[in-house]
């Protein structure tokens, strides 16, 4: 196997480890806006996308790019969009008591 | 450089992350994760710039202005109670992108690809395609568009697997003879998979589906990560997919049953339809309704998706105000599984300006149901059936529910007696000390309320 490979496969672990740490602690109340804005951070594969559509040289090649920034764009601005109008919505209320 | 740059991004989405463990925090940290995918896409931008090639920037540009149009057009334009389907599509974007970076990976080096590389290749194919139509078919469920009861297909489980199977296959042979030809047929058969698995899975099941594909949506990332060497694609993937497990593995324990048994085995349906409906319950008007909550000294509302499918997520509020005005404790109690995905209740509820900290989980409100003077159930059933508790032979017997028929009196709003997802009746109905309201969830809060206002 080759360096790059094990490279990843330690950060995927370690990744996947601080993510479990981190993810485990928030509160089921906010588990919708949780699961969006993870959502969002999944479209991270525009990065491929991108290279992908812009050193596409064959017609096959462009389509599937402009496919996978259009999807993963879809999904990055969706996502956190949608997150952030949740988010302003979850208010403590100062009430009576 | 590039490489640090990257590695800031990663950063940035688990700073993010950790803002979402408190609700004050949440909201900056959603930005700060979203500044993170930002700083990824200046870097890959100004990286490839540096190439000094000739580039598709028009591809580029143009994927970028349609994918992000229709991503913040659908983000405005969505109801809250119309969440779950929206995340499920997102869900379906993400992987499918994946799967796509995957394939022109695939076109652009002729499926010559080292064996490891090739392997996370098919992966990234085969993962991001499941999301992708499994996605949708949910999707299509919590719409209306595809039956949300479940859809048997012939052969159940072992059709599945012998679909699987025909994927890894192929895949296999993609990766050992470097043919194109096999990977795209490994990922058509991981598309048919998507479908053929969520067809048969019912809606009160969704929230475990979803937070799965979520959870794959991220795998498919990682794997793509893989795919074009990118260290924030492996970071961001691996991220996602640990926080969609452990929602499948919090809704999955909900509701007492395993992972493989939510998507694997035909459930409920056991109790005869017959049989519900035949016993005397004690039917309630609003005035009987309201005139219960307008003497209590404490309330506690229960919502399940009834109340979303109503959008009486206003009136509940509504109807709260005036108990409150009337010095009475409201509080609401959430069970994990209520609605459609996790969380869904609680978004609703904060739409409708109902401050979090009243929102108690499972564990916070059982202890308090016996000091509960009103429990008002508005369109739940299965989570707060008092056969899992008593009844080991009723098919959600061991699932922790909300112990409503503890408080003195409970009322439940519901359109009639059919039973709920499980099939199964539910003893609550026939308790001495429960009202049963037999309305439309939002009409029936708006009656209570014009009824108390008139005590």
Known sequence: ?97 | MVELAYLTAGVLFIVGLKGLTSPKTARRGNRIAALGMLVAIVVVVVDLIGLDEKLAWGVVITGIVVGGGIGAFLAIRVQMTDMPQLVAAFNGFGGGASAVVAAAEIVRLNAVIPTEFAVTTALSLIIGAITLTGSFIAFGKLQGIVPSRQVFLPGGTATNGVIALAAVVAAGFGIFADSATAYWIATGFAAILGVTAVLPIGGADMPVVISLLNSFSGIAAAMAGFVISNQALIVGGALVGAAGLILTIEMAVAMNRSIASILFSQFGGGVTAEDIGTKPVNRATADDAAIALAFAEKVMIVPGYGLAVAQAQHAVKDLANALEERDIKVTYAIHPVAGRMPGHMNVLLAEADVSYDLLLDLDQANPRFPQTDVALVVGANDVVNPAARNDSDSPIYGMPILDVDEAKTTIVVKRSLSPGFAGIDNPLFYEDNTLMFFADAKQALEDALSAVEAL
């Open chain 1, 1 to 97: 196997m080759s360096e790059e490979f094990i490279v990843g496969i330690v950060v995927f672990v370690l990744a996947a480890f601080v993510g479990f740490e981190v993810i485990a602690k928030v509160p089921r109340t906010l588990h919708t806006p949780l699961m969006s804005g993870a959502n969002a951070i999944s479209g991270i594969t525009i990065v491929g996308a991108i290279i992908a559509a812009a050193i596409g040289t064959e017609i096959l090649a462009a389509v599937l790019g402009f496919l996978a920034v259009t999807f993963a764009m879809i999904n990055v601005v969706g996502g956190f969009l949608v997150t952030d109008r949740m988010l302003e919505m979850f208010k403590k209320i100062p009430g009576k008591r």
